[in-house]
Nanobody, 123 residues
Framework: QVQLVESGGGLVQAGGSLRLSCATS????????MGWFRQPPGKEREFVAA????????YYGDSVKGRFTISRDNAKNTVALQMNNLKPEDTAVYYC????????????????WGQGTQVTVSS
């Protein structure tokens, strides 16, 4: 089993930056692919970013390309999402997710999910 805990959310003005982090436990972190998803108010959860368990491949949703960066630290069992040039439409609950298989990382079929952290971007 895998436990995921997100942190780093909060309120930021448009154009600002936030860095989310996700702490993992319960399974060898280096053997998990990791992803970030978000759910805006009243909308379905959408893909944001992902990284293969080897760290050699990354994926980003079209709306965040060039602004967000996913990274992982296998020694610390953490994954981070650096969010720059934030926009009001980035407002959502952000979820960290882990997947055993190293395929289909842009889809929503992940094996483990965190509880989420709120990110609010004001105009």
């Amino acid at each position: 089993q895998v436990q995921l805990v997100e942190s780093g959310g909060g309120l930021v003005q448009a154009g600002g930056s936030l860095r989310l982090s996700c702490a993992t436990s319960g399974r060898t972190f280096s053997n998990l692919s990791m992803g970030w998803f978000r759910q805006p108010p009243g909308k379905e959860r959408e893909f944001v970013a992902a990284m293969s368990y080897g760290g050699s491949t990354t994926y980003y949703g079209d709306s965040v390309k060039g602004r967000f960066t996913i990274s992982r630290d296998n020694a610390k069992n953490t994954v981070a999402l650096q969010m720059n040039n934030l926009k009001p439409e980035d407002t959502a609950v952000y979820y960290c997710a882990a997947k055993i298989l190293n395929v289909g990382l842009t889809g929503r079929r992940y094996d483990y999910w965190g509880q989420g952290t709120q990110v609010t971007v004001s105009s």
